[in-house]
């Protein structure tokens, strides 16, 4: 079972959310917060293997949380629950450590494709949130990465690593597509970190949308 914490001052958003991601896909919700002030302690009393995080909170935000959350090193990954007003805290929460958005509307089969990417350690960017954080990036963070990024010196391999990644696709998975060992991916990924001057996937992902290197994934077909 996927360990859940659900954070969201919300409680119907809450409520709807735990009856998604129910035990019959694979899921356990282990704890619920109605503002980020909790999450900390909460992470520390339940494990959860991924946090489901609100951005718009009365005493702590969700931005906030989540780099509390993610300054432990072992702390598990966060999935951010947004809506199609937030896009001013979107790049933030990338910036804080979030692995990913999820629209609270999305349907039921987009949360729990995005809560199993990211609790197994991979990104996730809906693909109606994309371009919304495509233009964050180019707003507010592309303009001091200009000198730092070094895109030109990617080699072959990484740029294959960083498609797979931008697929959702976890080290191991890399490793046996590429051939390669999940040591050499490992250290790839590390390498793209340092070339393109960020941290984390989610950010080399959004990075490599705004240059080309990957398109983001396509919006599902309504009909």
Not at 32 to 47: F, L, P, T, W
Not at 124 to 139: E, G, I, M, N
Not at 168 to 192: C, F, Q, R, W
Request: contains cysteine; hydrophobic residues 50%; charged residues 30%.
């Amino acid at each position: 079972m996927i360990r859940v914490l659900i954070v969201d001052d919300q409680p119907v958003i809450r409520v709807g959310v735990a009856r998604i991601l129910g035990p019959d896909d694979g899921f356990e919700v282990v704890a619920e917060c109605d503002d980020g002030d909790e999450v900390v302690a909460a992470v520390a009393e339940h494990r959860p293997d991924v946090v489901l995080m609100d951005v718009r909170m009365r005493r702590v935000d969700g931005i906030t949380a989540t780099r509390h959350v993610r300054a432990d090193a072992d702390g598990p990954p966060v999935l951010i629950l947004t809506t199609f007003d937030d896009d001013d805290a979107l790049w933030g929460a990338l910036d804080a450590g979030a692995a990913g958005f999820v629209l609270k509307d999305a349907p039921a089969e987009d949360l729990i494709a995005a809560a199993r990417a990211v609790a197994r350690g991979a990104a996730w960017l809906d693909p109606k949130v994309a371009p919304r954080v495509l233009h964050q990036f180019r707003t507010n963070v592309r303009p001091h990465l200009a000198q730092a990024a070094r895109v030109d010196e990617l080699t072959e391999r990484e740029h294959d690593v960083l498609r797979h990644m931008a697929r959702g696709a976890i080290n191991a998975e890399i490793a046996e597509a590429l051939l390669v060992s999940e040591a050499t991916v490992k250290s790839h990924v590390g390498a793209i970190f340092a070339k393109l001057g960020v941290r984390d996937r989610a950010a080399a992902i959004v990075f490599a949308y705004d240059h080309g290197i990957v398109g983001p994934r396509p919006e599902a077909d309504p009909g």
